[in-house]
């Protein structure tokens, strides 16, 4: 799980590289300020997204909280990426967006999906404390 969450690091990384290079690299400079800051506020959320899986991995495969807010974080790549390849046609974007999602479906299935991590096994009952036995009542 170490190199799940080490891809995630990596790829909270690129998300902001990647796509600017790939949308606004293909559009040239006809993008208005307000599209620019609204997109680069979305990269940035999926940035949060995959640093959030990075750092809590370990605490959402127990369950509880961070479970659920990962749910909700890696919901935001899954459709972000799903309105990619349904807006979009030029090639490069299509493939981001599709390996995007896929890498999102599966740190979803790897820490956010495995309810049986969360199991704990029930405590034991405590011991019957037994007497000492002595041998010179048993041998009388």
């Known amino acids: 799980m170490i190199a799940l969450r080490l891809l995630s690091l990596l790829a909270g990384g690129l ?15 006809n993008v ?18 995959f640093v959030y899986v990075a750092v809590n991995g370990r605490r959402m495969r127990r369950g509880g909280q961070s479970r659920t807010v990962g749910a909700a974080l890696l ?8 309105a990619m390849l349904a807006i979009r046609t030029d090639e490069g974007t299509l493939w981001a967006s599709g390996a995007l999602l896929i890498f999102t479906m599966m740190l979803f299935a790897s820490f956010v999906y495995p309810a049986t991590a969360g199991k704990r096994q029930r405590p034991m009952r405590q011991r019957e404390r037994q007497e000492p036995v002595s041998f010179l009542h048993h041998h009388n």
Not at 15 to 29: A, E, Y
Not at 35 to 48: D, N, Q, S, T
């Open 15 to 29: 998300v902001l590289i990647v796509p600017p290079i790939l949308v606004f690299g293909n559009i040239g400079g």
């Open 32 to 49: 208005s300020g307000g599209i620019a800051a609204g997109a680069a506020a979305c990269l940035g959320l999926i940035a949060i997204a």
């Open 75 to 82: 919901a935001i790549p899954a459709l972000a990426s799903l």
